[in-house]
């Protein structure tokens, strides 16, 4: 999955395994982007795009439910977990947005605004 897009594009197809599948579900740095095809068609890759805004209420109720029902097992077993580049205090709200903006994450930035 990706929703950065933009230059992204060509390193996540360059990322994949073959027979590989990319689905972009938004795009923070723009849709349009040049791409070798050539790799996608030897290593035998998928491409495919999927957005909930446009889908009804009913759609995305339908979604929530498999996700509780097939993803959140996972992730209370610990099979599955997110990856967490770094976290910070609410407290450090403003270098975690640095953090972001410098785009050298890899993962989530957490921010912590209670308890643990």
């Known amino acids: 999955l990706d929703m950065v897009g933009g230059d992204y594009i060509p390193r996540n197809i360059r990322a994949l395994a073959d027979d590989g599948c990319l689905v972009q579900i938004a795009f923070l740095q723009g849709s349009k982007v040049e791409l070798n095809f050539a790799q996608v068609m030897t290593r035998?890759?998928?491409?495919?795009?999927?957005?909930?805004?446009p889908q009804s209420d009913l759609?995305?109720?339908?979604?929530?439910?498999?996700?509780?029902?097939?993803?959140?097992?996972?992730?209370?077993?610990?099979?599955?977990?997110?990856?967490?580049?770094?976290t910070f205090d609410l407290t450090q709200a403003a270098e975690a947005h640095a953090r972001m903006e410098s785009s050298a994450h890899i993962g989530k930035i957490v921010l912590k605004v209670a308890g643990e």
């Open 44 to 53: 035998r890759l998928t491409i495919t795009g999927s957005t909930l805004r």
């Open 59 to 86: 759609a995305k109720a339908t979604i929530a439910e498999q996700l509780l029902k097939n993803v959140w097992p996972l992730l209370d077993q610990g099979r599955l977990h997110p990856v967490i580049d770094s």
